[in-house]
């Protein structure tokens, strides 16, 4: 089995920073591509950055220039340093990864039970 878990959220205040770790563990062959999303209260669950490989990056428009998404492929762990933090920011953020497992040839998606970034207006 494979199980992913993250750590860093909080509340702070605007403009501050926070940097939410995850990191998967279990029957992993190889992991693609690693990120995460996030669900703001009444809305969807939204990607926020990706890393496939060691630094093919994307993010959502939002985000751009303030957040760095960064892997560790030897600790099979995924960062995300968020500064500048804004108001709208305020949502449960979630780590997903596409990972093959040793019983398998083909990645599947796995996520992690979530983690709380709180910042008031």
């Known amino acids: 089995q494979v199980q992913l878990v993250e750590s860093g959220g909080g509340l702070v205040q605007p403009g501050g920073s926070l940097r939410l770790s995850c990191a998967a563990s279990?029957?992993?062959?190889?992991?693609?591509?690693m990120a995460w999303y996030r669900q703001a209260p009444g809305k969807e669950r939204e990607l926020v950055a990706r890393?496939?490989?060691?630094?093919?990056?994307n993010y959502t428009g939002s985000v751009r220039g303030r957040f760095t998404i960064s892997r560790d492929n030897a600790k099979n762990a995924v960062y995300l340093q968020m500064n500048n933090l804004k108001p709208e920011d305020t949502a449960v953020y979630y780590c997903?990864?596409?990972?093959?497992?040793?019983?398998?040839?083909?990645?599947?998606?796995?996520w992690g039970q979530g983690t709380r970034v709180t910042i008031p207006s």
């Open positions: 997903e990864a596409d990972i093959v497992t040793t019983s398998g040839w083909h990645p599947s998606a796995y």
């Open positions: 279990g029957s992993i062959r190889t992991i693609a591509g």
């Open positions: 890393v496939r490989g060691s630094d093919n990056t």
